[in-house]
C-alpha cells in the first residue's frame, strides 16, 4: 500500500483502487488516509464511487503492519467492490488542525526537558505528558517561548535514518509510551530545523508559522514526577 500521506501532507484527495472491503474497514492499494497512532487520531472523510455514490469515512486505524490502513465505513454503509476505482478524500479542515497541533507539540518537547509519558492530538487542544523531576515548568514562560518559535517560521521537513543510526543515538527517543516502528531498516524522524528533531510518523506543518497564535492550559499533577500540559489554539 502507498502511504502517500508520508510523501505529502498537504494531499487531500488520491485515485485508489480497492483491495478489500467489509463491514471491519476497506483496503486500498494507495491512501491519503493518515491512520491513528503516536497520539494523532486517524483521519475521517469519504470514499467517492465512479457512479456518483459516497462511502462516509468514520476512523482510519493501522492494520496488520505499519504499511497498512483499514478505513472504517459508517454503519451500512454501500461498500465498493475490489477492483473498484474510488476516489479517497479527507476532511482537510480536522487535518490540517491535527497538523498544526502536532507540529507544536514538537515545540513544546524541545521546550520542557523530561521524559514523554502520553500524549494525545486534538483538533482544538492537546496534551503532553512529562516526567519532571523538578516539578512543573511556568506556563506564561511556555506560552510565550512556544509563540516565539511559532513566530520565527522554522522550516519542518521528515528525514530518514537507518534502525541502525537510531540505535546509536537513543537521545532521539523522547516518548517512553509510543517507541518508533524498527525492523523495517529506516526510521522517519521530524526535524524543526535549528529546534527539534526526533522519530516521528505523524503529519506535520512545513513552517512553524502555520501553526498560529498559541496557549498553555492547565499544568495537571498526575503522579509524584507526572506533569500534564495542556495546550490549545488562542483566540
Aim: hydrophobic share 35%.
Amino acid at each position: 500500500m502507498q502511504l502517500l500521506f508520508r510523501d505529502d501532507a498537504y494531499l487531500t484527495s488520491c485515485k485508489a483502487e480497492t483491495v478489500s472491503a467489509g463491514p471491519e474497514g476497506i483496503r486500498l492499494d494507495r491512501t491519503v488516509f493518515y491512520p491513528e497512532g503516536g497520539g494523532q487520531p486517524g483521519d475521517t472523510g469519504v470514499l467517492r464511487t465512479a457512479d456518483g455514490g459516497e462511502v462516509v469515512i468514520v476512523d482510519s486505524r493501522k492494520g496488520e503492519t505499519h504499511e497498512e490502513v483499514v478505513l472504517i465505513p459508517a454503519e451500512g454503509a454501500a461498500l465498493p467492490v475490489p477492483g473498484e476505482t474510488v476516489t479517497a478524500e479527507i476532511d482537510w479542515a480536522r487535518r490540517y488542525a491535527h497538523m498544526r497541533m502536532h507540529t507544536c507539540m514538537h515545540l513544546l518537547c524541545s521546550l520542557v526537558h523530561g521524559e514523554v509519558t502520553g500524549g494525545q492530538v486534538g483538533a482544538e487542544k492537546s496534551r503532553l505528558d512529562f516526567n519532571l523531576p523538578e516539578g512543573s515548568p511556568d506556563k506564561a514562560w511556555l506560552t510565550e517561548e512556544l509563540n516565539r518559535l511559532i513566530r520565527e517560521d522554522h522550516p519542518v521537513r521528515p528525514v530518514w535514518i537507518t534502525d541502525a543510526e537510531l540505535a546509536a543515538k537513543p537521545e532521539l527517543v523522547r516518548t517512553m509510551s509510543v517507541k518508533p516502528p524498527s525492523g523495517a531498516g529506516r526510521v522517519r524522524l521530524l526535524e524543526i530545523e535549528g529546534v527539534d528533531l526526533q522519530p516521528c510518523g505523524g503529519t506535520h506543518v512545513a513552517r512553524t508559522g502555520e501553526i498560529g497564535a498559541v496557549e498553555i492550559g492547565k499544568i495537571e499533577n498526575k503522579g509524584k514526577q507526572n506533569r500534564r500540559i495542556n495546550i490549545r489554539f488562542a483566540g
